[in-house]
């Protein structure tokens, strides 16, 4: 069975959505994507093309400074973070081009690993660019996740919180589509030192405690966090069934 098809069976419905196609896409004409030009960018076909080679280093440039780690150092953070085990299934929220996604679906073996993004070039660049057989990109909303409850063990959203429209609302939905005892992974902005909150042309300045607060407040625990300069990184673990661990 293919990766998109095992995918499609994760869906809270499959009703209208075609599984023959490289990706799925069950937005249609829905474009959740924020209405600022920063958010819309991703929308247009250059920046899928230039995004991991001219793009993406920027942006990490932007977030960690440039002493701060570099991509991969940045991905090697990460993934330890997620603690992937071979056979879990997991999902990159907001996954672009599948830049982490394909190291994503490295890390989990034979299990699957869906990429979802709302832009349909990002997205289609990123099924073209997938290079493993456990690995399906679908077309959705970061705010509503197509997927039933407790689906995925571990959930990872990098540089895309920041920029939806309801942040607190894509939060809550990657704890909502978490196992038990699953890992939740987030790199996003993070205001610096003594500063506030803030947000501005449809990007997000989380407060200091603003993401650990609120996974706490969801009912997670294990949480750590690590700033560096604007950005961070954050993981928390959903209690497992039981309580054990
Ligand atoms: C800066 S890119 C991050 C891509 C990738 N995760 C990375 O680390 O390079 C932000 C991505 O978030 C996506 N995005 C923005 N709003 C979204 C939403 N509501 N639902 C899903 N994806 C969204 C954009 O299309 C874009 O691909």
Known sequence: ???????????????????????????????????????????????????????????????????GPSEEEE?????EMMRIGEGDQVIDVGCGTGNYTRHLAQAAGEGLTVGLDASETMVAAAAERSDRPNLA??????CALPFEDETFDVACSVGVIHMVEEPMVALGE????????????ILASCARKERQRGARNGLTTFGRDELTGALRERGLGEIEQKVIRRGQ????????????E
Request: glycine share 14%.
């Open 233 to 244: 990184f954050v993981v928390a673990q959903k209690p497992a069934a039981g309580g054990g």
């Open 1 to 67: 069975m293919s990766a998109v098809v095992q995918a499609a069976g994760l869906l809270k419905t499959d009703e209208g959505v075609d599984l023959g196609g490289d990706y799925l896409d069950v937005l249609g004409q829905r474009d959740p994507i924020g209405p600022h030009r920063g958010q819309q960018v991703f929308r247009r076909k250059f920046v899928a093309k230039v995004y991991e080679r001219h793009w993406r280093p920027m942006v990490s440039r932007f977030f960690f400074g440039f002493s």
């Open 137 to 142: 990109f679908l077309r959705g909303d970061a």
């Open 174 to 185: 990657m704890v909502r589509v978490l196992a038990p005892g699953g890992r939740i992974v």
């Open 75 to 79: 991905r090697r953070i990460a993934l």
